[in-house]
């Protein structure tokens, strides 16, 4: 049974990557209490969910920006200190949270400000933690690696939405800014415990941080297809079969419950990523990733297809018991969730495996706006599909969409179904 279940061993054998792993999920946690609270803070400060949704628009632009800037800096400086010194902003814009709400200061353009650097922090900071994976676990070892922040991934965002809400409620915002300033505290730690860092020796001239550096990176990504097609298969999936900007007409209208309904279709695809994770042994021993990540898209792909299936369905029975169709819904977005996991957990092993370490912080600066931004494109896309065809519809269409995508670019790529990770190729 063993087999099956998730693989600790980078835990176990590795004090540096061990203290980065705990650090990182404290501060994920904490991080979700903020979401939850700035929400919150915003929509009672203004009554308009216009003004919540401004949240996301000041936070998505700087972490594009400061996510392709942050990632040349990383692969020119010792990226222990630039972990470092990120991870001191993102500390310092915690702490300004917790001290707008200890001192009062109750100013919608104040909390945006925060959001802005708080996100441009995390943009230099991501980027340089990725490139630090491959550097502290061996190749072997990166899919278990990469598994492990999966499931806290997916546990943080299942459960920390809830503890924010009641930490709200209960003990008000301060309190919730503050215990995500405290587990930032914890990541700090971590990262300042880490090895030295530098470049690695014999990877090249380093490139000085700034838009030359942006650019080789992309340069680099337009001549390796396998490192390419991660980035295509990410696109597809996001962009033409993300629902969740369809879960709150689904909660008002077709599957009932509204709040209720959409939180409990929200959890269902972090309950899948917990899934895949606390079984990650089941496929994290594959070597050939390529096959199993177009496979696990295509994946989702059937699933969205299901849950449109099952929303067209109840639609045409309307006034019916809603409570088997919910169900029904959310057991096919939990699959999802398993599939998008497992995905991604491929995807990010080949991106940091046949990418060369001078490179490898620059590649994740654009994994990052492609993670960022395809979610909101594919916001637009389905909602607009929503509203010209109804929800089912577009789930339903846009997933097939997907599928057939994901066919094609496997078509055009075949090389990408032979990479094995014994032998990565970018």
């Not at 990557?17 to 203004?46: H, P």
């Not at 020119?76 to 500390?91: I, M, N, S």
């Amino acid at each position: 049974m063993a087999r099956f279940l998730l693989d600790v061993s980078p835990v176990r054998e590795i004090p540096a990557f061990r203290r980065l792993w705990a650090g990182s999920t404290l501060s994920m946690l904490g991080s979700q209490f903020t979401v939850i609270a700035i929400s919150l803070e915003v929509f009672e400060l203004t009554h308009s969910t216009f003004a919540v949704g401004l949240v996301g628009v000041f936070a998505l632009v700087p972490l594009i920006v400061a996510g392709l800037y942050g990632g040349s800096i990383g692969d020119a400086h010792d990226r222990r200190l630039a972990g470092l010194w990120t991870t001191v902003g993102l500390f310092a814009m915690t702490v300004a949270l917790a001290a707008h709400a200890w001192l009062d200061v109750r100013s919608v353009g104040v909390l945006y400000a925060i959001v802005s650097l708080h996100s441009f922090a995390q943009g230099l900071g991501q980027p340089v933690r990725g490139a630090i994976v491959p550097r502290l676990v061996p190749a072997r070892q990166l899919p278990a690696a990469n598994a492990l922040f999966q499931l806290t991934m997916g546990s943080c965002l299942m459960v920390g939405p809830l503890l924010g809400a009641f930490t709200v409620a209960g003990l008000g915002f301060a309190w919730a800014y503050t215990l995500d300033a405290l587990s930032f505290a914890v990541s700090l730690w971590a990262m300042y415990k880490l090895p030295p860092l530098p470049p690695e020796p014999g990877d090249g001239e380093v490139t000085r941080p700034g838009l030359r550096s942006v650019v080789e990176g992309f340069r680099f990504l337009a001549t390796r297809p396998n490192l390419r097609m991660t980035f295509l298969l990410d696109m597809a999936a996001m962009v033409f079969a993300m629902p969740r900007v369809l879960f709150p007409v689904l909660g008002a209208s077709v599957l009932g419950g509204d709040q209720l309904t959409v939180g409990l279709l929200t959890a269902s695809l972090a309950a899948g990523s917990v899934i895949a994770g606390v079984f990650s042994g089941t496929f994290i021993r594959i070597n050939h990733h390529g096959q199993a990540c177009a496979a696990a898209v295509a994946g989702w792909a059937v699933c969205i297809m299901a849950f449109g299936a099952v929303v067209l369905l109840t639609s045409r029975g309307a006034g019916a018991d809603t409570a088997w169709p919910l169900a029904l819904a959310c057991a096919t977005l939990v699959a999802a969730g398993v599939m998008d996991s497992v995905s991604m957990l491929f995807r990010t092993t080949i991106l940091q495996a046949a990418t060369p370490d001078a490179l490898r912080s620059r590649l994740q600066g654009i994994f990052i706006v492609v993670v960022a931004g395809g979610p909101r494109l594919g916001d637009a896309v389905l909602g607009a599909g929503g509203q010209l065809l109804g929800p089912g519809w577009a789930a339903l269409g846009g997933a097939a969409v997907c599928l057939v995508l994901v066919l094609l670019l496997v078509r055009v790529f075949p090389g990408f179904l032979r990479y094995d990770a014994r032998d990565p190729q970018p």
